[in-house]
């Protein structure tokens, strides 16, 4: 593996060089007012990011997995009834928290490559007349499989229901690469972690909780301490943490929100969705198929490709990082074989792109597929030379 | 506050240039072998610097807080007893955090200043015919109040009550900078951080699980998943993580380690041991007080330092980052406007720790106390130049 | 311009992550041993990469420029004759330089794009019977052109002319990166420069000189004070410089040659020529020629392009850096407007290299020339399946 | 020698650390509009801290030493007289220089430890009625032995002659840290480095050239081409550079230009005299002089300190490198064994600087000398809290 190329990996991102300086900072006191200086300016652009004016944000030393147990320990408590959709490796994952966390978990199967049913959830929230349910969980963006859903309709499910129950959000893999809007869609509890679209290293769970997701910690009785929010809340009021914070992520957190409000949010999602369309149209003159079922959920963060029948997908992401040095994602779950997927995330230029492409490509034809080199590349050259990029940053 | 000074607060302590750079990596990928070559010796060489054979160590993106969580929620059932003594604030949070989680602790309440009491906890041992207790929990080094327990004598506390408890040590500011002997002290569950004797930033819970508190997993019914170390050793078994982890400061810890065991433990502790010697010996010359009541319990991490009655301790601590840009620590808890208190662990050189004393030197006699300007320096000085150091090492 | 992407230009190259981080050094004492330390394993790592038992290394604050100022100025008097060829930007500077110190210089006029004609230099040499040649200049590589030259040749030429003229060298954008032998070749100064073969920044300039140079030190009156070999030889003598030295860069070097050194200097070599090799395929693919008339003058670390009649090869370079934040080389005097420049030199894996190549192609689409998108990339991509790469380097 | 502790050598100093990571850039094409966006700045920087509106600028890869071969090539001739006042080791390699390139040098030999002679001047200069002196050399600030001579004073001398003799200056150790007039000394050529007030790595010269300077260069016949500043002007005007620019460099020289002017200068020379006066203060606590003969010519960048009759001064500096891991300076030519020095100059807190003064009086004692510990740190204590810091920056 060699350092010179990008990674093509759905998280952690390439780091900009802005970004690796602000995290790798000497050590400052971080009970001292410099240390407010960094957290509550971060805090308030991870807000921005999330189109909110109303969440609360708590940052954890964890990971997107440390937010969501801050969502259920915060909120719930022991026999509580959420309800999941299962299309992909992550809404699995959570829905396994859910179980060792001793919820009672509705799970509506869901084949992986499709988004979350909203029909369903409308259907299964109108039933249960008696609001046993408590919460809905949702994964904006499934990792695995490369969807996105629609958490929109999630939202008027809950509405048409008039069902109370929180919606809860994975946004791990969209928040700060596709659009987010944690006040418009009535997301109560909202997670990433810091190694997505905020480009940094992982080490950073990243939550907002909506007031009413706040209210509901006064009476939740899932046992936390290190995730709990009150905690948190006091801490920060303090200009402090309640224990040691990971101040150059943090610091690293608040350059990259500046980064991104500075682009302007919608720039950045047209810029995902820019390169995300070029991988898509190698893909297609390789004549493959994404594991997104449908353009309507295909995702702009992660592709997920399906390889021929018989063929061992995960050997194109070994042949990759042995011969060429590059990562690429292996299919997990139910699609471990049956899908290699390439993230094209964070700070990704058409440029590194290519190069991600042309890989692909030798790695496929080396491996006995029948793919035609130059194919996928000139397919999104073609794409980027018509569509150009908004405009290059300069770095500082 | 300035970046030019050092920080003298109880961790997270200045980093040594080569761990800056070695945390400082662009992304690789998480599930590939190079991973695997940061993550195996870094856990190899945490349990060398735990004196250990036999400690399964687990590392999470988290903090101190996060291994006391990991402890208890991988070990037991709400309900369970503990025993713990509180003689400070670091063991007064761990104690809440047992009863946030339904455990049963008993508490022995210990003056804050003196040592754990190893003599009550083996009449409450003997006393618990029924094993009731499951586990003693034990702060190997009070930060807030620079005292030292022997953890050696609580071991022969259980071994004398022949009772069959665990034994959890909070050795979060003491592993890699004083002696810690987790098989000959019979230690089950070890904690630290990245942050103090490892010169990192925070952002790494270290554990170290010997086989009983292994075995205690098999039953304890505590809700985890971030924190279950049978995901994380499913994960080691793969090279990898059961989420994302942070690989920088893995990378950090790895060359951490190395500095640590190649520098020789003994070394190493010697040399807290001798900065600490000349902090004392300053303090002893501006005719003040340790918090810690005798000798035996005097820290070698951290000094807590009693101002004379009336003076509010943690002024100095202001005066000294607003006037000097020199953070030190205030005194927590019980001690608030008692103490002050001065870091001496980690990378720390005589020279830089007379620039600390210089420092806190002045902000006493700016702030009125009867302090003579040069005294703690001198006698620092006669102790450090009595007491050459070993050698200075080259960066490389 | 974005970080992200790599550079194509011919030096400086794209920097290698553990060769940044060793330049980026905190200060040290210069006049200490530690400097010693770094500075004579520098110098003897440099005499390895020029193939030299006898060579003696200095090493200037400067760049390849004042590497040929020192090369004249130790060695030669106003109004010594020099020979030299003018077959490129570079060959044609030191030309020039070489007259505004007063010097003679018999000019061999050269078509660029072809390599230095020993055959006329023999000629010369064997008609200057009263030896009032002093010193015949060579530049290995024609950055301008991409024009590797035969020095074995000129060193054949001068034996065959029975001549005892001295053999000056600019090696500055061939060595470290293409086969280069001090001793073999009879050469008396080799001339380079950090930001080439040993892919650091611009600071340094880095010559070798002969016993039979330093000799000619004696008598030399050309008056030099900053770039005088000898202050230079007595400060080493002291483990020091006469002046302040460029230390960061200095431990960059040292680290650079003992990288070079470590993988060994064949195998950089032959990583160049694949590479190179690559950037070719696709050029013929293009149906594009090179400047250099042919194989036999290839440059492996740049290759000079020639664009069709009537077409401006510098809005090539322009487009790329605006519109896909790419930097490619123009053309230099001659050739300027007629040739673009592909540099490949450094730490360049396919990968990257299939990314420039990919972005090249987009830009003489754009431009309206007609390139089939994909063509070159899968000229390339044909090139290095076939013909793997030895082994990929893990950064330590 | 450790990382950990700063460094105490009259330059280069400790460098701050948005210098460090300004300085440390990935590669960028030089010859790119990018490039002209850190040049240019850098350059008009430069031209305020020199308080000049009319300097033209230049700087060079290379160091102080090439800057005065700068000024001395491009303005004078073989044969042409100079005058220049030797009182230490840098005025001597200067006139050392001159010599070397031929130039006929009027030396006024001055005592080590004395400012440059300004009546003397006046009287050489009044007495050359043929004008045949055609620059005066003065050494503003000779670093050898801490003393700071009066510019102002060398112009009225210039003046009240009536002579035409151009003014040269070297600044290396009193730029940016002390005041430096370029305009109001009517200065013809001044020049520095990076290394000192600058706060960087060794590695730039940095000139200024007054209108009359550029003038003569247009009649000089000594030989330059790496020091050309005509060649130099013609690549400023195209954003470039005549070779390949050091441009981490010059990103650091365009920040540390802000840092300085965004402190204010004459907060900056505040600082540099706060920070000496409290080492002045510790050196009359020791009972030992200065080897600067009247407070007259003290520096506020460096002090000479002389030890007593018999004793090697040297000592002092390998001692504190061997047993503390601290740098200090040596005595250089005339004073050598006789002083040793301390640099005071940068980015030094009086926190840094109380360790400096501890650890020397812990040399000093160790050595034999009659030195009582904390003397001179007690003196330094009392200057630094009488007279408090302006503010401390923050760093971003």
Chains 1, 2, 3, 4 share one sequence.
């Not at 720039?267 to 594991?291: E, P, S």
Request: aromatic share 8%; hydrophobic share 40%.
């Amino acid at each position: 593996m060699s350092f010179q190329n990008p990674v093509f990996i759905p998280g952690p991102t390439n780091i900009p060089e802005n970004l690796r300086k602000a995290c790798d900072m000497p050590t400052i006191d971080h009970r001292s007012p410099l240390f407010g200086q960094i957290l509550h300016p971060a805090r308030c652009g991870v807000r921005k990011v999330l189109k909110s004016d109303k969440a609360e944000v708590f940052i954890f030393p964890s990971t997107g997995t440390g937010g969501w147990e801050t969502a259920l320990s915060n909120t719930l408590s022991a026999g509580d009834r959420v309800l999941a959709a299962r299309n992909g490796m992550f809404s699995h994952r959570w829905i396994d928290m859910c179980q060792r966390h001793g919820l009672d978990v509705e799970i509506v199967e869901t084949p992986w490559g499709r988004g979350l049913p909203a029909d369903r959830y409308e259907e299964i929230l109108t039933a249960d007349k008696e609001h046993r349910i408590k919460a809905v969980l949702a994964t904006h963006n499934e990792t695995a499989t490369g969807v996105t859903s629609d958490i929109a309709a999630v939202r008027r499910a809950l509405d048409a229901a008039g069902h109370p129950a929180m919606l809860f959000v994975d946004g791990v893999s969209s928040i700060g690469s596709m659009d987010f809007r944690f006040d418009d869609w009535g997301i109560d509890v909202a997670v990433t972690g810091s190694q997505k679209g905020f480009m940094l290293s992982a080490g950073l769970a990243i939550v907002g909780f909506s007031p009413k997701a706040l209210e509901a910690t006064e009476t939740a009785t899932l046992p936390r301490t290190f995730f709990d929010v009150h905690d948190m809340a006091r801490g920060y009021a303090n200009n402090a943490y309640p224990y040691t914070p990971a101040v150059g992520l943090l610091n690293g957190l608040n350059i990259s929100c500046r980064m991104l409000l500075d682009e302007g949010l919608e720039n950045v999602f047209a810029r995902h969705h820019r390169i995300a369309q070029g991988v898509r149209a190698a893909i297609g003159a390789w004549g493959l198929d994404l594991c997104a079922v449908d353009p309507s959920v295909y995702s702009d963060t992660v592709s997920a490709i399906r390889t021929p029948e018989g063929f061992d997908a995960t050997a194109i992401v070994n042949h990759a990082a042995n011969t060429y040095g590059v990562a690429f994602g292996t299919g997990l779950g139910e699609v471990a074989g049956k899908v290699f997927r390439i993230g094209h995330l964070g700070s990704m230029t058409d440029v590194m792109m290519l190069s991600g492409i042309a890989t692909a490509e030798m790695c496929m034809a080396d491996l006995g597929l029948d793919i035609r080199l130059g194919s996928g590349v000139a397919a999104a050259q073609d794409y980027y030379r018509s569509n150009p990029a908004i405009a290059h940053r300069d770095a500082a």
